[in-house]
């Protein structure tokens, strides 16, 4: 599709993405910050798209059955679909996205992953490795591809050869998530995300098995974080440090605690971690 220059429109558009993340998100709204624009703002209307879906399908306070949830989530994956095609949509959420895809080749072989780990939320209250592995490739890796065709701005060499390290900071970033919201996931939503797992029965000894592959993971997307550009290195390197302080934060909680509550890094330790990315210093 041929660039254009944006409209009206599309400033609406991409307003209400950053409307989107400054509502729903701390950590990463705050580590989007340190972006450089233009990438900020696109990665925002990444953000938006996806967190819209996961609401349709996670959000306890929504008065929708299953069946409900699973039309709508259908008809904004159409949406999404024909967006990419014609580049708009009368969703704001999803015409901010169609626009940020266009620009940086993102297509439906990332998009369509995605769709799929959420409509799995719909269905699937008990995962086995398989699952798993499917389920947070499609829910948090393909973002994290999302977000890189954005920063490297077309450079394919260089999306290649960041590509594992991407696909490890959220897979990271999605499993700790598992783990801080296990009480939540498997209380309200009736889901238990990784195999094996009793929520009810979680020992330290097996909350330390998920953080250490959670911490290999995060070592591995470090290692390639000094390759991306500087219009998105800090800002990488930020929300690795902020979830990294939750996996320290979760190795020193109990699993019997963690099973029941809510684990959560403090605002004034994130303030400190985003200061010392700004200055460089980690």
């Known amino acids: 599709m041929r660039a254009r220059a944006a409209g009206r429109y599309d400033d609406v558009a991409r307003a209400s993405a950053a409307v989107v993340i400054e509502r ?3 950590s990463f709204g705050w580590a989007t910050r340190l972006l450089a ?33 699973a039309a709508l989530l259908d008809a904004m994956e159409e949406d999404t679909r024909r967006a990419l095609e014609i580049g708009g949509s009368p969703n704001l959420v999803v015409h901010a996205f169609a626009r940020t895809a266009a620009q940086h080749g993102i297509g ?26 499917t ?31 991407a696909r490890a900071l959220g897979a990271a970033f999605q499993k700790l998530n598992f783990l801080r919201d296990l009480a ?4 309200a939503r009736g889901r ?31 290692a390639v974080i000094p390759e991306l550009p500087p219009s998105s290195r800090r800002a990488v ?37 985003l200061a010392r990315c700004l200055v460089g210093r980690r």
């Open 24 to 26: 729903y998100s701390t």
């Open 37 to 69: 624009e233009p990438v900020r703002t696109h990665v925002r209307c990444i953000y938006a798209l996806v967190r819209v879906a996961d609401e349709l399908v996670d959000d306890v306070d929504l008065a929708w059955g299953t069946e409900q949830r």
């Open 108 to 133: 439906w072989e990332l998009v369509g992953p995605f769709f799929d780990s959420m409509r799995a939320d719909l269905d699937v209250a008990v995962h086995d490795p398989a699952s798993f592995e």
């Open 135 to 165: 389920y947070v490739y499609g829910s948090a890796e393909v973002v994290g591809l999302m977000c890189l065709r954005v920063f490297v701005g077309g450079d394919q060499a260089r999306y290649d050869r960041l590509t594992p390290g």
């Open 184 to 187: 939540d996931d498997h209380g």
């Open 192 to 222: 238990d995300y990784f195999p094996g797992v009793d929520p009810a029965r979680l020992t330290d000894e097996r909350r330390d098995e998920l953080l250490d592959d959670i911490d290999t993971d995060l070592a591995n997307a470090a």
């Open 237 to 273: 390197q930020a929300a690795h440090d902020l979830f990294a302080a939750l996996s320290v934060r979760l190795r020193r909680t109990p699993g019997a605690e963690i099973a029941t509550r809510r684990v959560r890094v403090p605002d004034p330790v994130k303030a400190v971690v």
